[in-house]
């Protein structure tokens, strides 16, 4: 066994013992004395196998952080010490990993901590599932649910201050992966009659106090309610208030959990509504009215309250008036009214209250649903946690009570059934071997009340379907009929005679011996309760509401769906869902949380004894512990345990060939076993205790690890050799590039040294070649140098004597003439006058004259006038001269030049003469007539027929005649005309028909303007007051502008009675136009306008002539 000691923490540092199983000896005492310790060390829980105890701590203790949620996920169940998060954890991973539906099975007193227990399982699968946006929500969804129910479901009462007054199974509903889908929750019975009456020490619901308390000035108006709880009725006024609980701020948390539910606001407000109703339904009164058939007729006493309700529910006010008054009877397609008394009417109101309150319940329960409802048709794992009120006993039980613990009972048979019979008939089944236990079985008393035949909810229901007078003794009668005979059953009249004497059983009740206890019941109510009814003129009025919930919660008041039939009864309709749930329950795989409450104070650390007994016996706890020591703590079937643990053992691994039982009898002596742990049975293999099986989950974790290990082992290698070989790679690459760097480094660094090394050498070599070429330059030099030097002074010295030769010659040579001259002058002396000298120098000059004149006459230049060449001077002393005979040449060849002209041609002359006196520098147009001959008749009038009309009127010799342009006073254009002149006057005449279109004396003609620039025009000026005048100026053009007026000069100089024409010359000049004075002005044009001279009539007053630059 030393092989197999694992080490667990159940098992550390265990207060008593952690799992009952282990408690040696085992008896009532030691089991409670357990629990004891175990709580006054805050131990709350302890194991019964998988099962586990929760004891009640009434204080809050720091087991459920988020730091123990961790440690107790994916951890072995009895790996860590007892707590409820390690039963969560087993069935969700059971849930999720092996398919298994669970369901989550919570019993106990009222306030042991069902609710509180289910809480936490739930919080636990929500802090461990999945995660997500979706995910999330959905959880949200399905913790929110809870305030929600609580505040309409759960009061305060004696025992518990958040007692569940509905019994609640919720199936959490997971996709494969384990993440939460949705939900659906059940809720069965709630006691409603707390809606009108609550016992002494108790509260109404929670939300009527949280709306008075928690809701704004605003909503209680538009509900109009007073914050006030003394003004309504249904509030019992004793505890109103609790110790630790906010009914305001918990007001605010329902309305928040509503909204993430996902209620409407306008869904919100209708729930609120219905509330309101009930409250004020609750103050409506009614008073006697006595009628004339003697009975008493109820009317309403004050009508306000009414009002206001059927205000919130939108009920005409006489309707329920009158369904308070009256009720309708309908039998056999008859109807009968009958009034109601005051009592009635009361019976009515309370009636319609708590039914109007269940059903708002259940429609909220509906409305859950909607919500949380999972969104897939898919299949789902489901968990169902079950949270149904706890077996009650009090000093009055009454029909929920038995109800109530009916529910019990039936939960104990499906415990008993699951685990102590279901496993004992396995054993037998298996062929193991097997110590029957005793135990008892329940389903009698299961029996008792349930049986179709002879069951006491038959008999009820039996009671109230029965014609005539119907009571509760009545009931009571028959149920001493029928079930005196059963064990369980006790009644001081029932027909056995040994409770006759025994006065702890009043008359009016009976008793029934629970497998929790015996329970007296009082029948008052019983068939009342049972019958549940509404009368059908209060669900019909309530079906008129105009409310948007009222239709859906009083559906039976459409008269469209009169039903004569009965409505089930509610002991039935409970035994239905009940059979329902159990159905539900036995699909699953239970787990158990058996809630025990340590003392009736609502007290931490107090723990009393005899109450912890009652609930130990009443729960079966003994029993249970004890079926598990006698048992198997742990079976499987063959196949999957072999599945499951082969690589613990080398034959089994990886395949076992033979069958599985053998391959688990291999592997389990191959572990050493020891053979008392197991024992074999026919399809499953049983683990005596639950470390053994602890012990193979442990070995099988560890070889997981060491075959994860072995994987990753074997990944490990696979990964770093194609990595290795992946660098290995990418390392030769890298090596030959870098070599090929290298190389390529190492090779251009030789060149460039190379290049270096060879530089130096040719430049050595250059300077050694320069330094020779120099000194052989400078050799050379010097060598010249010096012979130059030499030759120079060779030279000079040859210069010197030469000079000095010359000198001497000269000198001898004037020595000589000199000497000779005077031997001449003394020989000739005697020959010679004194005035000789003088003779000598005239002759000597007149011999130069004459050779200068003959030379001259030699080289004579031409006779051309405009040959500018002359010999040069021959001496000095001629330049006067030589000057004076050029001019006069000059002179003399223009004579000659000019003696040649005819008249004719003179005449010419002197015209271009005159010409040039007037224009010359003046007008642009000149220089390009200079080369012209002024022809004068270019049209050679007289010789053309074409003009001999205009010849005729011609008398006088024609000076000029040509054509010219006459230009448009209006628009400037020109018009060609022959323009005569002769010695007296000018005529303009047609070109073509020769016809005289003027003629004007030039006396009449007073001035000639004409532009500085190279056009031809020409404006004639005329004389004002002449009769040529009336017409006006002439503005003409013509190229030979500067022949016209120099002719029309000239007549003027040549005839003596008149003054010569003036002739202006200006950019700008006033032409007479008729009567207006037009000035013409010349622009230069640009190099745009083309060549041509272009004239523009600008406006009335200027007529703008562009002439093209030069
Ligand atoms: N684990 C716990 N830790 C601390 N306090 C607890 C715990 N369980 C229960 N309680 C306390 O006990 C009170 C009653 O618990 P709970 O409402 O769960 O009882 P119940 O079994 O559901 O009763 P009923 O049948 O009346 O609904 C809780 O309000 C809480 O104060
Ligand atoms: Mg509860």
């Known amino acids: 066994m030393s092989k197999m000691e694992v080490k667990t923490s159940l098992l550390d540092n265990m207060i008593g013992v952690g799992d009952m199983v282990l408690l040696e000896p085992l008896s009532e005492e030691t089991f409670i004395g357990n629990l004891r310790k175990r709580f006054e060390h805050n131990e709350i829980y302890t194991y019964i196998g998988s099962v586990v105890i929760s004891m009640n701590p009434y204080k809050s203790l720091p087991i459920y952080t988020a730091d123990k949620v961790e440690e107790y996920r994916n951890r072995n169940f009895y790996e860590l010490s007892p707590h409820i998060y390690a039963l ?201 009215e006595s009628r004339v058939n003697g009975f008493d007729e109820s009317r309403v006493k004050d009508k306000n309250d009414l009002k206001e309700m059927c205000e919130l529910l939108g009920i005409e006010q006489s309707v329920l008036e009158r369904a308070f008054s009256y009720r309708t009877v309908e039998a056999k397609m008859e109807k009968v009214s009958t009034t109601l008394n005051v009592a009635q009417a009361y019976y009515a109101r309370d009636a319609l209250a708590k039914n ?45 009570q038995f109800i109530i613990n009916y529910c019990n009972e039936k939960l104990q048979q499906i415990f ?53 007078t119907v009571t509760d003794d009545t009931f009571l009668d028959k149920l001493n009929t029928v079930c005196a005979e059963h064990q369980h059953f006790e009644s001081r009249l029932s027909k056995n005679s040994k409770f006759l004497t025994d006065h702890s059983l009043p008359h009016s009740c009976f008793r029934i011996q629970h497998y929790a206890g015996k329970v007296l019941y009082r029948v008052e109510g019983f068939v009342d309760k049972n019958n549940d009814l509404l009368y059908r003129d209060l669900s019909q009025a309530m079906y008129k509401a105009n409310h948007s919930l009222m239709k859906l919660l009083f559906p039976e008041g459409n008269p469209a769906k009169v039903n004569l039939k009965r409505p089930p009864t509610a002991g039935s309709q409970f035994r239905a869902s009940v059979g329902t749930l159990m159905k539900n329950l036995q699909t699953k795989n239970p787990n158990y949380i058996r809630c025990i409450k340590p003392n009736d104070k609502k007290a931490c ?41 082969k690589m613990l053992c080398k034959q089994t691994w990886p395949h076992w060939k033979g069958p599985a039982r053998q391959g688990v009898e291999v592997l389990l002596k191959d572990l050493e076993v020891p053979e008392e742990e197991f024992a074999y049975g026919r399809s499953k293999i049983f683990i005596r205790n639950p470390r053994t099986l602890f012990f193979l989950e442990e070995r099988r974790r560890q ?145 130069i004259m004459q050779k200068y004149f003959i030379g001259l006459k030699n080289t004579m230049p031409s006779m051309s006038p405009i040959d500018k060449t002359w010999p040069a001077r021959p001496y000095l002393f001629l330049d006067g ?14 004579k000659k030049y000019r003696s040649q002209f005819t008249e004719e041609k003179k005449a ?136 016209i007026i120099t002719k029309l000069h000239r007549t003027g100089e040549a005839s003596a009675d008149r003054d010569p024409i003036s002739v202006d010359i200006s950019d700008e000049f006033l032409v007479q136009f008729k009567q207006d004075k037009v000035c013409v002005k010349f622009i230069q044009a640009g190099p745009k306008n083309g060549n041509s001279v272009a004239c523009k009539r600008k406006n009335n007053r200027l007529l703008e002539v562009s002439v093209p630059s030069p």
């Open 703 to 847: 070889c997981l690890e060491d075959l994860a290990t072995l994987i990753q082992k074997i990944y490990r290698g696979w990964k770093c050799r194609t990595h290795f070989l992946l660098l290995k790679k990418s390392q030769v690459v890298v090596a030959a590039w870098y070599r090929r760097y290298a190389q390529q480094q190492k090779y251009q660094k030789i060149k460039s040294s190379s290049i270096v090394v060879q530089s130096y050498i040719r430049g050595w070599k250059a300077r050694k070649i320069l330094r020779e070429l120099k000194y052989q330059k400078r050799c050379k030099e010097a060598v010249t140098t010096i012979a130059a030097y030499w030759h120079g002074t060779q030279a000079r010295r040859e210069l010197k004597r030469l000079k000095e030769e010359a000198r001497r010659k000269h000198a001898v040579a004037v020595i000589w003439a000199y000497w000779l001259g005077l031997k001449v002058r003394r020989e000739y002396r005697k020959f010679f006058r004194a005035n000789a000298g003088k003779k000598i120098y005239d002759f000597t000059i007149q011999k």
């Open 416 to 468: 008993i059934e699951l685990t102590l019979r279901e496993e004992q008939e396995e054993y037998v089944r298996e062929g193991i071997e097997w110590t029957n236990i005793e135990y008892f079985n329940n389903a009698v008393i299961c029996d008792l009340i349930e049986n179709n035949q002879n069951g006491i909810l038959a008999m009820l229901d039996e009671e109230c379907l029965r014609p005539g």
């Open 881 to 894: 001269t030589h000057q004076e005979l050029r001019r006069i040449f000059h002179l003399w060849r223009c």
């Open 88 to 288: 969560a954890d087993e069935a969700y991973r059971s849930l999720r990993d092996q398919d298994k539906d669970q369901c989550i099975l919570i019993t106990g007193e009222s306030g042991a901590g069902k609710t509180e227990a289910s809480k936490l399982v739930m919080s636990y699968v929500a802090a461990v599932c999945g995660k997500g946006q979706e995910v999330n929500k959905v959880k949200e969804q399905l913790l929110q649910s809870n305030p929600v129910l609580e505040a309409f479901g759960n009061a305060k009462t004696v025992r518990n201050d958040n007692s569940s007054r509905f019994g609640k199974y919720m199936d959490i509903e997971f996709d494969f992966k384990g993440d939460p889908l949705g939900g659906v929750i059940s809720n069965y019975l709630l006691e409603k009659s707390r809606v009108v009456k609550q016992p002494r020490g108790e509260r109404n619901f929670h939300i009527f106090y949280q709306l008075l308390s928690g809701a704004s000035e605003d909503t209680l108006k538009k509900l109009k309610l007073d914050r006030d709880f003394s003004k309504y009725n249904y509030l019992s006024l004793d505890s109103a208030t609790v110790n630790g609980l906010d009914d305001a701020a918990n007001f605010r948390t329902v309305r928040n959990a509503m909204q993430i539910v996902g209620f409407m606001e306008d869904e919100v407000q209708s729930v609120l509504e219905l509330v309101a109703a009930v409250l004020k339904l609750g103050n409506i009164e009614f008073k006697p």
């Open 908 to 1043: 010419i002359y002197e015209e271009k003469l005159e010409a040039s006196e007037i224009f010359k520098d003046k007008k642009a147009l000149y220089p390009s007539s200079v080369g012209q001959p002024f022809k004068g008749d270019y049209l050679e009038i007289n010789k053309n027929p074409k003009y001999q009309k205009l010849n005729s009127v011609m008398d006088e010799k024609v000076l000029l005649a040509d054509v010219v342009n006459k230009i448009n006073r209006a628009n400037g254009k020109g018009a060609s005309r022959i323009f005569l002149l002769t010695k007296k006057n000018f005529v303009l005449a047609d070109q073509k028909t020769g016809q005289v279109k003027a003629s004007v004396p030039l006396p009449d003609l007073n001035s000639v303007s004409v532009s500085t620039q190279s056009d031809g025009f020409f404006a004639l000026k005329l004389k004002e007051g002449t009769p040529s005048a009336a017409k006006g100026d002439f503005l003409l053009s013509s190229d030979r502008l500067i022949e």
């Open 605 to 645: 650390q107090v723990f009393t004894d005899s109450l912890v007994c009652h609930q130990v016996r009443y729960l079966g706890l003994m029993e249970n512990v004890r079926v598990r020591r006698a048992g198997y703590a742990f079976r499987q079937a063959y196949e999957p345990c072999l599945e499951r643990y």
């Open 356 to 400: 109007l309150y269940s059903r708002l319940f259940s429609w909220l329960v509906t409305r859950i649903n909607e919500s949380i409802k999972a969104q897939t048709k898919s299949r789902k794992k489901v968990m169902g946690v079950l949270d149904i009120y706890g077996f009650e006993i009090f000093e009055d039980n009454s029909f929920e």
